[in-house]
């Protein structure tokens, strides 16, 4: 004679899993234990055993062995198990996505970009950011890639768009991680001068502290004019428009359209890397990830990697 189960079969149940009822099995798991695993979970003991009962109901076989000590899983609790704990992974991984999509709504974000990048990047990219991101305060800070990075690694600011970190202590550049952008031709800027065509000029370029002057003088093995220094490229180029000297200087200052006052020319393999440089952290500003991904996805040059 045969004798029905006591459990429907499963292909003929409509299961209603819910997470509450994944969470308690976990929790038993883990535990082995009603009384612990209620404490846990914040729940009552009756409260944890309605999960459980309600979640073998739906599968239709028992999960529990609630006669050994401690509990120990049935095998179709720890088969269930095994895709409980991915399900609840995903719902956490959704639940931060909403927190983090909320949080956008309002905040502040800091952040640092080097002078002769501040006046040609921004204006690519802020207008994209206020648009998507309105409720978030911009601060900006513009310095030396050196100052920048110690305002990174100190915490006082999220994050900053730099060029390469080769002129960093090795103990400064190890502690932040590196967001590589794109990589950015150098130019070499010459007055143009009908009388004296081939007067030898001196090499002018921005103060200590710009890694721009230090790229300038590895590339031209040229000492840089100590008697003649500043701080923002569009100074710079106006002091060679002025027949001052020749300057390095990065594609993006290339004025456009061509300026008759300056010669420009490509300097051959000549180039720098453009990066964001954050600090390592457990719970990021979502505001430094959200800016990073307007970075990527607004600029026309940004490589993923190089």
């Known amino acids: 004679m045969h004798t029905p189960s006591r459990h429907p079969p499963i292909s003929s149940m409509s299961m209603h899993l819910t997470t509450t009822q994944l969470q308690a099995l976990d929790a038993l798991s883990e535990l082995r234990h009603f009384t612990k695993a209620a404490q846990r979970l914040g729940i009552t003991q009756s409260a944890l055993s309605q999960q459980v009962k309600a979640l073998e109901q739906a599968v239709g076989l028992p999960l529990i062995n ?3 000590r401690p509990l120990t899983m049935t095998p ?5 198990l095994v895709r409980a704990r991915l399900i609840l992974q995903q719902a956490s991984a959704i639940e931060a996505e909403c927190r983090e999509t909320e949080s956008l709504k309002e905040g502040k974000l800091s952040f640092g970009i080097i002078p002769t990048i501040a ?3 921004t204006r690519q990219i802020l207008p994209h950011f206020i648009t998507s991101y309105p409720g978030i305060q911009l601060d900006i800070h513009e310095d030396t890639t050196s100052n920048l990075a110690k305002k990174v690694h ?3 600011i999220d994050l900053a768009i730099t060029s390469d970190l080769d002129t960093l202590p090795a103990n400064t550049a190890s502690h932040l991680d590196q967001h590589p952008l794109f990589k950015e031709k150098l130019y070499l800027a010459t007055p143009t001068d009908p009388h004296s065509p081939d007067r030898e000029l001196p090499m002018i370029g921005l103060k200590e502290g710009h890694c721009l002057r230090d790229q300038a003088v590895a590339i031209c093995n040229q000492a840089i ?3 003649i220094s500043c701080d923002q490229i569009a100074t710079l180029i106006s002091l060679v428009k002025a027949g001052l000297g020749s300057a390095v200087i990065p594609s993006m200052a290339v004025p456009q359209p061509a300026d008759p006052a300056i010669q420009v020319n490509e300097l051959p393999n000549a180039q720098r890397l453009i ?3 954050t600090r ?3 719970h990021p500003n979502p505001a430094t990830s959200a800016f990073i991904d307007t970075l990527t996805t607004q600029l026309p040059q940004v490589k993923h990697s190089t």
């Open 154 to 156: 100190q915490g006082h």
């Open 119 to 121: 006046p040609y990047l």
């Open 66 to 68: 609630r006669d050994t």
């Open 225 to 227: 004019d100590q008697n």
């Open 280 to 282: 390592p952290q457990v």
């Open 275 to 277: 990066q964001v440089i």
């Open 76 to 80: 179709m609790g720890e088969k269930l």
